[in-house]
Each structure stands twice: as C-alpha cells, then as structure tokens.
C-alpha cells in the first residue's frame, strides 16, 4: 500500500505546478475522484491513473488503456479508502473509455452529470484526485464541441493537461460533470481533449460482448447486461465460453441481479447437476425449490424440472441416483405441468420420460398429442414412429404411415434436412420387403445428399436391388462401394456374389480372390470361389477351395463337399 501512496504523492505534487482555487462545490466534487491501480496476472502493479463515480451504487469511469491487459484493479478515494473493482461495465478503444463497477462501503459520493453541453467559451474546471482537505485544480474555456453520438458530445479545451491528469472530469460552473480528459499526445500543448460524459456512461454490456475483442483484452470480470432479456442471451452464449467455474460465477451474478428469473436457478441447477457429487446435488435441489417459488408461470417450472431429471437420468451410466431424482420423479413434474396447460412441448417431454423407461405405448400416445398440435413436425413423426416400431405385435405399415408424414412435411427436390427420414423409411420398407419402394427411397436419399454417400449406403441399395431383380443397378452399386472402400474384405465377397447370382462367373471369382488376398484365412471367400469353379468345371481347385473352408470352420461348405466330392 506505500507503494501505491508513493506514486499517488507524485500525481499530486505534479498537480500543484498548475493549481488554483476552484469554486466551493469542488469540497464535496472531489469525494467523487478516486485514483486507480490495476494489476496484472502476477499481481505486479501494471498502471495507475484517475478516475470517478458517476452514480452512487458503485458505477465509474476512466481510460481503458489503464485497464487493458489487467486482471484485477483498486480505486483509492479521497478519504483514502481501498476498494476492488468488481467487474467492468463497458469499454471503448477507440475513445479510450471504460465504465465499471466497485465494491462501496457506504453511500457514494457521485459526479451529477450535465444536461446539456456547455457553449463555446464558457468556463470549466478540471477536477483533480486529491486527499487535501482543500481541492485545487485548473479552469479553461471550451474552444470547440463535436458531437459524436445521440447527445454525446466530444471537447476541445483551452487548458494545458499531463499524463496525471487523464480521466479526471472537467465541470461545468454549476459543478456538474461535462467529461473526462484524455491523454494528450503533445505534452507541450496549450489544449486539451474531453470526452462527453453521456458518451461513456452508455457503454454497457450486451447480448454479443462475450466477442468483444476490447472487453475481452481486459481480464477483469464483466458485468451483466443491464437489461433482462439482453441479460439472458449473455447467458447462453457465455457458456459454451466460460470453465464451469466462471460460469458458475456469472450465474451468481445473474440470479443476484435478477432474483426473480427462474432461469438463473434452472441453469445453476443443471451446472451443480454436472458436479456429480451430494454436495451439489443438494444444492441444485434448493435451486429447483426457488424456480418453483419464483416462478410466474408454474407449469414453465414443473416442465423445466422435468427436463432436468430426464437428462439427469439419462446421464447416469448406470450409477446410482440422487434422492428422488428418477424417472418416475420426472414423470410426476411433467404431468403437473399438463395438469395446468396442455403444451405440445410438455407431451414431447413426456413422450421421452415414458421411452427411456421403456413404457413404448404410452410414449407413443403422448408422441400422437404432440403431432396433434402446432408443434408436429418430422422429427415428431419420426419418433412416433420408431416408438410404436418396438411396440409388441404392431402393424408395421403403420410405421411407415407415420414415416410417410414425416416426410411430407419436406418438398421435392429432397434437401439434406429431409435425407435421415427418406433413409430410415426405406429401411422399414426394405424389413417389410418392399424393395422397390425401399430404392425408391434410397434413391431420393442419394439426390438430397448430392451423392455425398459411403460405401455402407452402396452396399445397403445394392442389396435391396438384388431383392427385386434390378442387377445392373446392384453391380453398379457393388462396384462403386469397392472403389470407395478397396480393402473392405466383405466387400469383395458381396461383389463376388452378386456376379455369380447373375452367372458372371469370371466377375465373381476375380473378386473372390481379391477378397482373399486382403484375408488369405477367411473361409466364406474360399467357399464361394470353390462353388464357382465347380460350376464351371474346374472341380480339382474347387474341391481343394472347398477344403480350406472347411477347415477354416465353414458349415456350409461340408455340406458342398458331400454334394460334390464323390
């Protein structure tokens, strides 16, 4: 703290060469003025400057160079007095401003900011840091007034000003507040320049200032957004930016600004959640007891509840669960939500609960309230539909009744969006053997994917050709799968059998023996290429093919053997 005073000492008696009296409401202005200390990450002091209060719950202002690079920073006031900033409000380099807040331990003194700009010529005073019991300062004359904003204002003064001036406020005769010097870059000048009070205290935090480049090169926290729904959004995308344990921080600060925000206890719950630990689990539990207390809109609370047990649950990896939170305590908080408004979104839920604990009628009947509603959708379809798929003994063209309005909902030409519901309807379509409708499908599916398929998709439509005799399309298809993946093994093998399906003999065994040259130990290679050359009469290598499956294990070529080594 010497050190600090030692350098505070030096500002002071830099002042004094230029001192004057100012008017009598300077004793009581200069309570307002306060010097600043900021630090680095090593806690090694890294500037010091001036500053003051511009309203008396903490809020100030001063130069942002002063703060840039700072990891922690302290106001000194008049009275001497050491407080920590507590987090920053807003910041522009370009005007080189920053507001911010600190900690007060009683009422705060505050500069009354004017209503309006001072005319040219007229008087103004600069306001020093100062511990003296009688304040001195400067006055000068307004040369020029720029407007720089919505009734900001940028000045132009005739006054010689040095470094340990910058961020002091010039007033105007009635002691109100016009502005902050700034850092002259000529310090021989006779002018100086200052920045329009309005101007620096709009700064504030918003929805998108996680980004801010400027805000961000200050490692000091950041406040909130002062208004509420800017506030909420700040929340969202700081948490894919923040470590649990800054978020958590901020969290804090969101519920303590805005305790009757329901959302603040459900995304502190869901972080307490994340610990896995009874510590915080209990404390989660009081924070889903305070959504429900503060909570405008009771059904919006037992819904969130509700959504946060499912996951919970989901989340488990077979360990053991906290108190209560179950399925069945998930369950009961959703349907107290329907008990007050049947929301489609509340069935959805619901639907969930119901399938994760395997109850797939019930899932079902609340996934068909959900496609009742103006929420339905194809991905509401969807999951009525591989829902009522694992119900015992169900029609499964029924399925793809449901999976026909999944896809309804997209028009044709197919895009990528509608690609996952063209690809699972043809796979229901194919278990149905409805292979033809299933191409159908696959087809559009290659169109909406622009032909951006692997060669599993190569395979699965190739297999569903053969099914209805269209072979040119399943060699097509084989072929393409091999080029993409060259050293699939079972690959080769099902090329191989689609050439001897349609009696390419030499096809076949060519792929065969590729198959068995990427796995000289694999049994169904050597059976098939056996069969082949025996049906085309070259029964000595296809005996001897035959053999080796055999060993290999084969069931299927003993069998061949019996048939045709006689």
């Given at each position: ?67 840039k690079g700072a990891h922690h920073a302290v106001v000194v006031t008049a009275d001497g007095k050491e407080l920590p900033v507590k ?199 009081q924070d889903l007891e305070h959504m429900l207390e503060v909570a405008s809109k009771p059904d919006e609370a037992h819904f969130n ?262």
């Amino acid at each position: 703290m010497k050190k600090i005073y030692l350098l505070l000492i030096g500002g002071f008696c830099f002042q004094t060469m230029f001192a004057q009296s100012l008017p009598k409401w300077a004793n009581k202005a200069k309570k307002a003025v306060f010097s600043v200390v900021t630090y680095n990450k090593d806690n090694k002091i890294l500037n010091t400057g001036n500053g003051f209060y511009i309203d008396e719950s903490g809020t100030a202002v001063s130069d942002y160079t002063l703060f840039k690079g700072a990891h922690h920073a302290v106001v000194v006031t008049a009275d001497g007095k050491e407080l920590p900033v507590k987090c920053i409000m807003g910041a522009n380099d370009l005007y080189d401003v920053v507001k911010f807040k600190t900690e007060t331990d009683k009422k705060t003194v505050a500069l009354q900011p004017a209503s309006q700009a001072v005319p040219q010529g007229a008087t103004v005073y600069l306001l020093p840091y100062s511990t003296q019991k009688a304040v001195n300062g400067q006055s000068g004359s307004v040369e020029k007034v720029d407007t720089i904003g919505n009734n900001a204002y940028y000045y132009t003064i005739q006054m010689q000003t040095g470094d340990k001036t910058v961020s002091c406020p010039i007033m105007n005769a009635e002691g109100e507040v016009l502005g902050l010097i700034q850092k002259n870059a000529d310090a021989e000048s006779k002018v100086s320049y200052a920045v329009g009070i309005s101007y620096v205290s709009s700064l504030s935090i918003n929805a998108l200032s996680g980004n801010d480049y400027t805000l961000n090169s200050i490692g000091i926290k950041k406040g909130l957004p002062e208004d509420e729904s800017q506030a909420l959004v700040y929340l969202y995308m700081m948490s894919s930016q923040l470590n649990r344990e800054q978020y958590l921080e901020l969290l804090n600060d969101f519920i303590t600004q805005y305790p009757r925000n329901m959302e603040g206890y459900q995304r502190r719950a869901a972080l307490y959640m994340e610990y896995r630990d009874d510590t915080h689990n209990a404390l989660a539990t009081q924070d889903l007891e305070h959504m429900l207390e503060v909570a405008s809109k009771p059904d919006e609370a037992h819904f969130n509840i509700a959504k946060l047990l499912y996951n919970y649950q989901i989340n488990l990896n077979g360990a053991q669960a906290y108190a209560s939170w179950t399925y069945e305590r998930a369950l009961e908080e959703i349907n107290k939500a329907l008990e007050i408004a049947q929301e489609g979104v509340y069935y959805q839920v619901q639907g969930d609960i119901y399938f994760a604990m395997q109850k797939y009628a019930e899932a079902y009947a609340s996934y068909e309230k959900v496609n009742q509603s103006s929420m339905a959708s194809a991905a509401t379809f969807y999951a009525a539909a591989k829902t009522k798929e694992l119900i015992k003994d169900v029609d499964k063209n029924e399925v793809i009744a449901l999976m026909d309005s999944a896809v309804a909902r997209f028009n044709e030409p197919y895009g990528k969006d509608a690609a996952p519901y063209l690809y699972e309807r043809a796979r229901m379509k194919n278990e149905l053997k409805k292979y033809r409708e299933a191409v159908i499908d696959y087809n559009h599916f290659y169109d909406a994917m622009m032909g951006q398929v692997s060669a599993e998709f190569y395979l699965i439509r190739e297999q569903a050709e053969m099914q209805c005799r269209m072979y040119q399309q399943a060699i097509n298809d084989i072929n393409k799968a091999v080029e993409l993946e060259p050293k699939n093994v079972d690959l080769w093998i099902e090329k191989g059998g689609v050439h001897l399906r349609v009696n390419q003999a030499e096809e076949a065994m060519k792929a065969l023996r590729t198959a068995l040259s990427l796995d000289p130990k694999n049994a169904p290679a050597y059976r098939m290429l056996g069969y082949c050359q025996v049906q085309q009469k070259n029964t000595k290598e296809g005996i001897a093919n035959l053999q080796k499956a055999k060993e290999l294990g084969d069931t299927v070529a003993d069998e061949l053997l019996k048939k045709y080594n006689k």
